[in-house]
Every structure is written in structure tokens, then in C-alpha cells.
């Protein structure tokens, strides 16, 4: 009997797009249909399957450049009837996602909440969004599902631009899933395939909002912060020392809880997250990141057991010689499984706890940078990441900063 893999089953289960190539004469074409399909918005997963004749047959042809999908505009009747509940004044929140969360998008988005009072959050993780100074300061739904549930007290009123609805990331007993209060009413102003900036900019217009707004920085100047790591300290030193025009990459999972709120007032920089459930995605987005913009430093802020998942990333950033700083939160210990153990009720003992150790045997993240090519320093103090991270940051090339601090 005949075995052989359904790849093209495979692709399915994870793609908005399959197509099997059917010989080396259309493997152009398909392969400019691929790249258009994963650039259309909202941003789609795209897998072109080649047969193995596909690369020795003759006849290959360049496939012609083909223009992504124009995202599709919101209803008339749908703006309005937002419009029309924002001027009622009643507590909403305005929850904004993908194309929203970059500067035109949240200029229009400050704009509405600016002339009606709505209050503006992102999702839990964000794919890309513009931050730092001159970008308004939205900051996220809460992970913790308590913090969550108390961001939405009060909220008669829910609109999703290019959002889902929130929901929390696990089930816990006793508490819900839905995050906004079951009073209040959900409205969708753009979904995710449509043009959620054009409707925020219709709103605002419409809303009578002012056409450009000074954004008042009432917040201190960052400044380093000396000590042991502690979550909101670390998050306040980074602000300070950001270099401008950075992208932040950012897989720090409970070391990075508190970075948004801080970082208002860093360097305008691009902020980048998982927006799924995995972990360990840092080092080969940072790795990407850098490919694609060569021109700017990339930050990698990784916890070390996310980043056991994804380490031959920093082989290829050496290989490449790409221009990025990467800092490890060396806690030694699956945080994140440990909290959420705590979180459904159950009480951590010696097999669990022996399950989340990282530090049987510990991880040597000097040692395995330089195993991968890479220069590298440790360091188990704010000050010293300072220093330490200013200078990566004037060098050009890859760097890893183990961050100790358990």
C-alpha cells in the first residue's frame, strides 16, 4: 500500500489561501497570487505547494505583480447609527485593532474620543502599533482576568474597529469569558477585512472633532530607575533609554505585564506582539523585523523559556549580521504556566513547581549566544541593563543581553 502526506490538507487547517502548483510554468503566477493574497487586509496566511517537478521542469516564467484586495469601506447606515451613540454620551470604549493601532488610525480614534468622552483600549496583544511620544497613549485590555472584568465597570457601550470581542484569554471558574459587563451592548464600526482608519476618519468629521490635537504630555521624563528588576521599574528604564524610530519586539511575557502604561513617553518606536497563545515568537520576529527594515534597530524583549522555543533565530541574526538587541528575562522558571495554574484554582506543589523549573539544569544564555556566533553580556541589575543596553544600541550587529533576575 501507498502512503503518502496530505500537505495540502496540512495547509488548510492553518491558511486562508492553498494552491498546488501544477507545473514550473505556473509557479510564477502563483506565486505573485500567494503574495497578494497574505498582503490583502487584514493580512492573511498564504501557502503556494510546490510538486518536486516544479523545480527541474522547464518553461518557468515570472509571474506579474499583482495589487492586493482594496479593503472593503464600512456602510453609511453603520457609521451613523455609531455616531449617533457616541453623541449620547453613555460610558463606551472604543476597542481598536490592526490598521488602526498606526498613526492615522489613532489620530482619528483620539479625535472621536477627544470630542466625546469614549475611552479608547487595545486588544491584549497587539500586531503592530505606533507608540511612544506624539502617538496618543491607548493602552491595552488587561491579561490578569480580574484587572480586565474592572476595565470594563461601567461600559454601557462596546465598538469594535477591526477588533474581536473581548474575551479572556483562558477559562477560569467562576468568572466569565466575556470581559464587557452583560449589560452592555457590542457594536462592530469596521471588521477586520474592512477600512477601519477611513471609518474613524468619517467619525471624527462627522462628530464635529477638531482636525488636529495637540497631545498634552503631563507625564515626567522617563528616567533609569536603580535596583533589582521589578516589572513597572525595568518598564520606566526602558522608556528612557528607547532609541528613536526602534521596533520593539515584544515576547517578555510576565516580565512585560506592565511596559505599556510607562512607555507612553519613550522614543516614537513600533511595537510588536503575538497576537495568539504561543510563546516563543521573539527571536524570529525580531529576526524578520530586521530583515524588512534594515535601517532600524530592532529590541527583542524575550523570557527565557519562550525563547528555548525559537533560539536558532539567533543563529541566522548572526549569520546575517542584522542589527538587533536582544534582551532575555532569565527568571529561570515557566512564569506564565505557574500563574495560570494559580488562576484556575489549583494549588502549585513539588510536581508542578518541577515542571515549570528552568533552572535544572540553569540556562546559560551567554553561553548559548555564543554557541549560536553571538556577542553577549550579563548583567542582574536596572543600572546595569542600562549601561549595558545604551551600548548595544550604538553599535550596529546583533547583541544579547541576559537579564538576570531571578
Known amino acids: 500500500m501507498l502512503f503518502r502526506s496530505d500537505t495540502e490538507g496540512l495547509a488548510r487547517a492553518v491558511s486562508h489561501w492553498v494552491r498546488v502548483s501544477a507545473n514550473a510554468q505556473s509557479v510564477g503566477a502563483d506565486g505573485a497570487a500567494a503574495v497578494q493574497a497574505a498582503r490583502s487586509g487584514p493580512g492573511q496566511i498564504a501557502t503556494l505547494i510546490l510538486p518536486a517537478d516544479t523545480a527541474w521542469g522547464e518553461g518557468g516564467v515570472v509571474?506579474?505583480?499583482?495589487?492586493?484586495?482594496?479593503?472593503?469601506?464600512?456602510?453609511?447606515?453603520?457609521?451613523?447609527?455609531?455616531?449617533?451613540?457616541?453623541?449620547?454620551?453613555?460610558?463606551?470604549m472604543i476597542i481598536l485593532a490592526g490598521d488602526a493601532l498606526l498613526e492615522r488610525g489613532l489620530a482619528a480614534a483620539w479625535r472621536v474620543a477627544t470630542a466625546t468622552g469614549a475611552k479608547l483600549r487595545t486588544p491584549m496583544q497587539v500586531s503592530r502599533m505606533a507608540r511612544g511620544r506624539g502617538r496618543p497613549p491607548v493602552d491595552r485590555v488587561p491579561y490578569a482576568i480580574d484587572n480586565a472584568l474592572k476595565a470594563f465597570e461601567g461600559i454601557q457601550h462596546v465598538i469594535l474597529v477591526g477588533a474581536k470581542a473581548p474575551m479572556a484569554f483562558f477559562a477560569y471558574p467562576g468568572r466569565p469569558s466575556l470581559l464587557a459587563a452583560a449589560a452592555s451592548q457590542t457594536h462592530v464600526l469596521a471588521r477586520p477585512e474592512q477600512d477601519g482608519v477611513h471609518a474613524l476618519e468619517w467619525l471624527a468629521d462627522e462628530l464635529g472633532a477638531a482636525k488636529s490635537l495637540q497631545l498634552v504630555e503631563n507625564a515626567a521624563?522617563?528616567?533609569i530607575v536603580k535596583g533589582k528588576f521589578e516589572p513597572e521599574a525595568f518598564a520606566r528604564t526602558f522608556a528612557a533609554i528607547l532609541p528613536e524610530n526602534c521596533i520593539v519586539q515584544e515576547d517578555a511575557v510576565t516580565s512585560g505585564r506592565a511596559l505599556f502604561a510607562p512607555t507612553f513617553q519613550a522614543a516614537p518606536n513600533d511595537w510588536l506582539q503575538n497576537t495568539g497563545g504561543a510563546i516563543g515568537h521573539g527571536f524570529g520576529c525580531a529576526t524578520g523585523a530586521a530583515i524588512a527594515s534594515p535601517d532600524r534597530k530592532v529590541i527583542c524583549l524575550q523570557a527565557d523559556g519562550a525563547g528555548m522555543y525559537s533560539l536558532q533565530a539567533l543563529w541566522t541574526q548572526a549569520r546575517e549580521k542584522l542589527d538587533v538587541v536582544n534582551v532575555v528575562f532569565a527568571n529561570r522558571v515557566y512564569k506564565i504556566l505557574h500563574g495560570e495554574l494559580i488562576s484556575v484554582g489549583a494549588k502549585p506543589g513539588p510536581a508542578s513547581n518541577e515542571i515549570f523549573d528552568l533552572a535544572?539544569?540553569?540556562?546559560?544564555?551567554?553561553?548559548?549566544?555564543?554557541?549560536?556566533?553571538?556577542?553577549?553580556?550579563?548583567?542582574?541589575?536596572?543600572?546595569?541593563?542600562?549601561?549595558?543596553?545604551?551600548?548595544?544600541?550604538?553599535r550596529r550587529g546583533p547583541f544579547l543581553i541576559e537579564f538576570v533576575i531571578a
Open 221 to 223: 521624563k522617563p528616567e
Open 360 to 394: 535544572r539544569p540553569a540556562l546559560d544564555w551567554q553561553q548559548l549566544a555564543a554557541g549560536m556566533g553571538m556577542e553577549s553580556t550579563r548583567v542582574d541589575t536596572l543600572e546595569g541593563f542600562a549601561d549595558a543596553f545604551q551600548a548595544a544600541c550604538k
Open 63 to 92: 509571474g506579474a505583480r499583482l495589487t492586493p484586495e482594496k479593503r472593503g469601506e464600512v456602510a453609511p447606515e453603520t457609521l451613523r447609527n455609531v455616531a449617533q451613540l457616541l453623541r449620547s454620551g453613555q460610558p463606551t
